[in-house]
């Protein structure tokens, strides 16, 4: 059984930028031991995919960047890093209410709202993973939102409960190095089949919009690369890449 990595060091900042941008900052100065975690009490500038702003209400949520040195992955496995953290989180959120997803690539949701957004950022060198910086912002005790994201929703939102977040801190890392480990470990078919069957909309008829055309198709699974496998209602199997196709909401 092997000792928890994730967590084992936390450094706390009262006030950043973006957690990312400082655990590459720290990267860049130094060795940062894998595992090492940088919380934000209150990040003023946190970044989604494609220059998105994450939006956090000081003290009410987890605003996290994880270290780690995923060197035993090949780069075109990379997206197996993604579905390990993914599961990760979508279990620590099990834990508390029902209806939780994982809506490709790398969004947490409960029901049709989004409660957690992650940012993988990746550094190669010599043709392999030097380092990878995981950020998550987990929305936990936030009451309202104020920005124009479409659908956010924080935990206590879903089930009027307050949690305390060292605790909450705690869990979700315990979950997230869980299937880190088995990572390491490769157990890579059971994460893909968890991921799988843990998707948004997964065998559900919706609209779906790509650059040729709006169309009802259903979401069928991951190929080996990590794109998103959506059926038509012809039969015809269209694979994405993040960003080549809009989920139309409800």
């Known amino acids: 059984m092997k000792s928890q990595i994730i967590g084992q060091t936390v450094v706390f900042l009262e006030q950043v930028g973006s957690t990312n941008n400082y655990a590459s900052s720290q990267l860049r100065e130094r060795e940062v031991e894998e595992g090492t975690v940088f919380l934000a009490v209150s990040q003023v500038k946190g970044r989604g995919q494609q220059a998105n702003i994450w939006e956090s209400e000081s003290g009410k949520n987890l605003t996290f960047s994880i270290v780690l ?3 035993f992955l090949e780069i075109k496995d990379q997206f197996l890093l993604s579905k390990a ?14 209806h939780v997803s994982i809506k490709w690539p790398n969004d947490i949701y409960i029901g049709d709202r989004k409660v957690c957004g992650i940012l993988i950022e990746n550094a190669i060198m010599h043709g392999r993973f ?11 005790n936030q009451d309202h939102f104020v920005s124009d994201a479409p659908n956010p929703v924080s935990l206590k939102q879903v089930t009027g409960d307050e949690y305390d977040l060292k605790e909450s801190l705690e869990l979700v890392l315990s979950k997230i190095d869980r299937f880190y480990c088995q990572l390491i470990d490769g157990e890579v078919g059971t994460l893909n089949q968890m991921f799988v069957s843990s998707l948004y909309r997964l065998n559900e008829w919706h609209y779906y919009r790509d650059e040729q055309q709006t169309y009802r198709g259903r979401i069928i699974g991951v190929n080996e690369i990590g794109q998103l496998r959506i059926e038509e209602e012809s039969g015809k199997i269209n694979e ?9 909401m409800k």
Do not use: Q
């Open 69 to 71: 040195h995923p060197d």
């Open 85 to 98: 953290i993914c599961l990760g989180l979508k279990e620590f959120l099990d834990t508390f209410c029902p």
């Open 240 to 248: 994405y890449h993040f960003k080549e196709v809009s989920y139309i």
């Open 130 to 140: 030097s380092s990878s910086v995981v950020g998550i912002g987990l929305n936990i």
